[in-house]
């Protein structure tokens, strides 16, 4: 089967599932999404939910971000990973949007890339989910599956991107990151499918009996 078949069957299949798909980190705005986004780097959505159901309640737009402190938005992430560096960077991203973008989340990959905490995929997924611009924000799920799948070599999060874009229209990419992160979730995940036991899986490579090994990014 050829990789632009098997594109097709997943996008398909995808579209099938995940008609709709919701952006999994909770947010009322540009500013909660990005602030999301960021503080959801090594740790899972439904955490980085439940913490910041409080603190956007409190500090919803960067000044009042700011007014909280450092240590006062330490207290509310505290339980994530990497919280001392993420309230760090929380508050100095409020700051700089203030300074710089009149309190806006800016709609440019390299202003957002250029505010502390925020790299590519976090810029691509304020991109594509606020801004509406085409992107492709790769995460562990979507790294995985694109192995799985013999959509990329899984060389790095970075080729696996550009390969994902090649393959798939533009027009898709924005649905389709969110789709492929649920059914990673659901269907195809780490340890409960080793590349020969969910229906895409199954239906992409027919043959295969042995485990697949993906390259972690």
């Known amino acids: 089967m050829r990789k632009s078949e098997r594109a097709e069957i997943i996008r398909k299949e995808l579209k099938k ?19 999301a986004v960021v503080l959801s780097a090594q740790s899972t959505d439904k955490k980085v ?11 919803d737009n960067p000044e009042k971000m700011i007014q909280l402190g450092i240590n006062g938005i330490y207290e509310y992430i505290k339980f994530l990973g990497l919280s001392n560096q993420k309230s760090k960077n929380i508050f100095n991203l409020s700051k700089l949007l203030i300074e710089k973008h009149n309190g806006k989340v800016p709609n440019s990959f390299e202003k957002l890339e250029s505010l502390p905490g925020v ?32 959509l990329s070599n899984g060389d790095s999060v970075v080729q696996t991107e550009k390969d994902l874009k090649k393959i798939f ?45 993906c390259k972690k990014p």
């Open 17 to 35: 599932l995940y008609p709709s798909p919701p952006i999994p980190l909770d947010h009322t705005n540009a500013y909660t999404l990005l602030v």
């Open 49 to 59: 939910n439940e913490l910041t159901k409080r603190l956007f309640k409190v500090a």
């Open 119 to 150: 790299g590519h995929k976090t810029a691509s997924v304020v991109m594509s989910q606020v801004f509406k611009i085409p992107s492709f924000p790769v995460d562990t799920h979507i790294h995985r599956l694109s192995q799985r799948w013999g």
């Open 169 to 213: 229209p533009v027009n898709d990419w924005n649905t389709l990151h969110l789709q492929i992160i649920f059914y990673g979730r659901e269907y195809c995940t780490a340890r409960g499918c080793d590349g020969t036991k969910c229906y895409l899986c199954r239906t992409l490579y027919p043959k295969r009996k042995k485990k697949f090994i």
